[in-house]
């Protein structure tokens, strides 16, 4: 019986020890994003599954880009980090924000068109995972999914699929479909990372019925170049991080409501993005505060 509880104790402390040197590989590997990057974004449509003879699919997409990506917050359960795209010396764009955070069971699933479903899921469906959340260049959320980092073989990679608004690069050109389901996997490599992505075209009604419109195939291949060259980025991040930490904040009163999210897609016929853009460095919390209330429904 003594040997029986000795092997117990022997094999509960082998398994939170593997459990903890999972998890500092996976802190490493998604730190490992943080940095200087050229970035190659690559999308092509593969099938089209309309009935309507004179569809179009979208056009294949290449396109090259400077990146920094910034480390905002760094502890033991959640690890955040801004994407800055860097056209030139003096024109930066507040790029997409990726949030990281160990064995979280809250979530606000994309439904369809500005409408995300408050979820909960028990401790034990996400044991060991790893929650990322997606979110625009106003900070209003994209999507969020939750899986467990993989390290074997050499490889480290984390995969999901999870339902998302319409890319930025179509949301403006396509009234067709209204989801985007999709397969990322983020895997670290010799070079830097990658993004590689298979994604379905959705039409989802309000019952949430869905029928497939298209396929879509992309990869984004993020190589990693010496901080010396994103200078303009780390610059930027600088003079502005004030006004966007107040605007995080904001967000995250919305989100601790516990609810389904609806937003206005514009309000004075300006989009959520514009209004935000629009502000100075030094804009207090008031002023971003209600313009993010404006557009909570």
């Known amino acids: 019986m003594k040997t029986l509880i000795a092997l117990s104790a022997v094999?509960?402390?082998?398994?939170?020890?593997?459990a903890q040197n999972n998890k500092k590989e996976d802190i490493k590997a998604i730190k490992s994003m943080c940095g200087c990057y050229e970035v190659e974004f690559n999308f092509a449509e593969t099938f089209n599954y309309s009935k309507d003879e004179n569809y179009k699919p979208s056009k294949t997409k290449h396109e090259k880009a400077l990146e920094w990506v910034e480390l905002l917050e760094d502890t033991p359960n959640k690890i955040v980090m801004q994407h800055l795209l860097i056209v030139s010396d003096t024109m930066i764009i507040k790029h997409w924000r990726q949030d990281w955070e160990y064995e979280n069971t809250k979530f606000y699933q994309f439904f369809k068109d500005r409408t995300w479903k408050f979820q909960t899921l028990p401790k034990e469906a996400v044991k060991g995972q790893w929650t990322q959340r997606v979110y625009q260049v106003d900070?209003?959320?994209?999507?969020?999914?939750?899986?467990?980092?993989?390290?074997?073989?050499?490889?480290?990679?984390w995969e999901d699929i999870t339902d998302a608004p319409l890319p930025r690069r179509e949301h403006t050109i396509r009234e067709d479909y209204n989801v985007l389901k999709r397969t990322n996997?983020?895997?670290?490599?010799k070079a830097g990372?990658?993004?590689?992505?298979d994604n379905e075209k959705i039409v989802r009604d309000d019952s949430g019925k869905d029928v497939v419109l298209a396929k879509e195939k992309g990869t984004d291949y993020y190589t990693k170049v010496d901080d010396s060259k994103c200078k303009a980025g780390q610059k930027y991040w600088k003079e502005n991080a004030a006004m966007w930490k107040n605007v995080r904040a904001k967000w995250q009163t919305v989100f601790?409501?516990?609810?389904?999210?609806?937003?206005?897609?514009?309000?004075?016929?300006?989009?959520?993005f514009m209004h935000l853009f629009d502000l100075k460095p030094t804009a207090t919390k008031a002023e971003s505060d209600k313009i993010i209330d404006s557009f909570v429904k």
């Not at 990372?193 to 992505?197: E, S």
């Not at 601790?256 to 959520?272: F, G, Q, Y």
């Open 185 to 189: 996997v983020h895997e670290i490599t």
């Open 256 to 272: 601790d409501r516990n609810k389904d999210l609806n937003l206005e897609a514009s309000v004075n016929k300006k989009p959520l």
């Open 193 to 197: 990372w990658t993004h590689d992505q």
């Open 139 to 157: 900070d209003s959320p994209r999507y969020e999914g939750s899986a467990t980092w993989v390290h074997v073989d050499g490889r480290h990679y």
């Open 11 to 18: 094999a509960l402390l082998s398994f939170s020890g593997n």
